[in-house]
Structures are given as C-alpha cells and as structure tokens.
C-alpha cells in the first residue's frame, strides 16, 4: 500500500485526507505538513488513522512516504517541489500554476529525469484535457472563460493594482483579458484550469483567457473552446465551489481524489 505525505490542509488537503481515512483510496496518509499548526491540528483532530505531523517541509520531504501531494500554494512548489524530487518521492502538484514559470517547470523535469521520479496534475477544476491532449499538434486556438463570484475572486494580487474593488462589483462585468502566462500570477489561486490547459495544449502564451466576476454567480464556470485542424469543440463546467473555500471548486478536490486512486493501482483505467 503506498505510503502518502501531505503538504497543505486547507480545503483540498483535508478531504483527500478524509478519502484516505475512510479507505476510499487504497494508501496510508503517514506525514502531514501545513505552516499553519492550526489547520494541521485541526484536520488530525478529524482522522481516525493520524499522521505524524512534520515540523518542517524539509521533514515531510525526507519521511519515508512515497507520494507527495502539494496542496498548498504556487509559493510551496517554487520553494519545495525540488527537495521532494531530491528525496526520491513521487509528487502531486494541485497549484499548477507555479509550473508556467519556465525555470520551475525546468527544475521539475530535471528532477523528474535525475531522480527517476514522477509528478502528477490532476485535471482539477476542468474536464476535457484528455481531449486537449490528443489534439495538441492540431491546434489554432485555445480559450478559457472563467466567471466567479467576486467573493471568490478576492484576495488576489491583480486588485493590488486595479482600480476595481471586488467588494464594488454590482453587475456581471469583464474584469481581466489576457493571456494563462499573465493570468496564473495575477490570480494564482484562481485560475489554475488555465495553466492546466496551457500544459496540455499550445502553451501559456497562446491560451486565451477572460475572467467575468459576476455578484449573481453562485458557482465556478469554466468555459473552454478550442479549434485547429482537428475541428473544434466546446466544454463548460459548472462547478460548485468548496463550502471552506470559494475559490476552489468540489470538482478539483474529486479529481485528485481519482488521480490517487489511479496513482494507488485502482484496477480499472477508464478514460486516456
Ligand atoms: N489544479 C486545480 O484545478 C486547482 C483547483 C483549486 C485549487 N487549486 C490550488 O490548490 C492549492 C490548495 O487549494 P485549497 O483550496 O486547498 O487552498 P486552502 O487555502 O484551503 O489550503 C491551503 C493550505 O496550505 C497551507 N499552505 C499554503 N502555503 C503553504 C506553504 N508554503 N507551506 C506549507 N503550507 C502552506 C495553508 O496554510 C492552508 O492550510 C492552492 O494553491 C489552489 O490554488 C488547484
């Protein structure tokens, strides 16, 4: 039975360490990690099977697990993900949006390379990535439109600079055109779909994307369209967002939830 560490026990971390828990995913959650004491107690406090909790990241990269999944921050990955790969464990990283900092993604390659070691993205927020995937060689254009709540939107570091005050936004309005590259460091703990579809298809610079803050808006939406020479296709989700955390969408969670079963050898494979 694999052997899994987590680092991160906010909204994501903590129900795939429920998952765990109840046996839903064939693993034993052994090493935890969050710099916030607080929320790393407070989810120990939860689990029937506790992990030990690490002082440090460097503890939980050096415990003997052999996954760990980041469900922490961009800031966690550019500051960790190569002492994780240097200890020989496998990764799974949920703040892809890290990944579109060319000298970060370098540095997971070349660890993957030189540790023989494998790092994981689930699909998160989106659906349709397999589909991106298959057609990478044959695409022209890649759009994503993201419409949240303004309370979901908050916090992030584009209002630093902007003269709009999410706590102002009356009706349904356009507050960001541009493209995945610009958009995951200005909203990096929003628009981590854009850096997936970025990865599985024609790259940071190219991908498209506009986020709609709308005060009416009671879910997360994704819409996506793509078209090359393979034709064209649309998808939107609908997502409803984590009771503990409006900018995360339940359907991310469930995604690494199944990732992990697939990394934990579910016998059955469904889907590329
Ligand atoms: N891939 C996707 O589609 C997708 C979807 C939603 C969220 N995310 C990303 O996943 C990550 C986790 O999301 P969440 O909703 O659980 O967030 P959250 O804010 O609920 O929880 C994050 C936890 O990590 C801890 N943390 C943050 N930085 C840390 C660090 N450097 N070291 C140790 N602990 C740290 C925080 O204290 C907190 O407990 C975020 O970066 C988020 O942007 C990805």
């Known amino acids: 039975m694999k052997r ?9 971390g903590s129900e795939i360490a429920f998952a765990i828990d109840s046996g839903k995913i064939s693993a034993k959650l052994t090493h935890i990690y969050d ?37 922490a921050s961009q800031d966690a990955v550019r500051d960790d993900i190569l002492s994780i790969l240097q200890n020989r464990k496998d990764v799974m990283i949920m703040s892809v949006g890290a990944l579109l900092d060319e000298s970060i993604f370098d540095i997971v390659m070349d660890g993957c390379r030189d540790f023989n070691k494998r790092v994981y993205l689930p699909s998160g927020a989106i659906i349709g990535l397999d589909g991106i995937r298959a057609v990478q060689d044959e695409l022209d254009l890649v759009t994503l439109v993201t419409t949240k709540n303004p309370r979901a939107l908050k916090g992030a ?15 349904s309005v356009v507050i960001y055109e ?6 995951v460091k200005l909203f990096p703990a929003n628009i981590n779909v854009a850096a997936l579809l970025s990865l599985a298809g024609i790259g940071s610079e190219k991908t498209r994307v506009k986020i709609i803050a709308d005060p009416c808006a009671s879910k997360n939406t994704h819409e996506i369209y793509a078209e090359g020479k393979f034709g064209k296709f649309s998808i939107k989700v ?9 900018k995360t969408s339940r359907l991310a969670t469930l995604a690494a939830i199944e990732c992990l079963k697939k990394i934990c050898g579910t016998p059955l494979n469904i889907g590329t």
Do not use: R, Y
């Open 35 to 71: 710099f916030s004491k607080d929320n790393s107690k407070k989810l120990v406090d939860k689990l029937q099977n506790k992990p030990v909790v690490t002082e440090n990241v460097g503890l939980l990269a050096a415990s003997p697990v052999d996954l760990i999944i980041e469900a």
């Open 238 to 246: 609908e997502n409803v967002p984590s009771p503990s955390n409006p």
């Open 4 to 12: 899994v560490g987590l680092l991160g026990c906010g909204a994501i």
């Open 157 to 171: 570091k584009f209002f630093e600079t902007s003269t709009i005050d999410p706590d102002k936004i009356t009706t």
């Open 178 to 183: 541009g493209n995945a590259q610009e958009a």
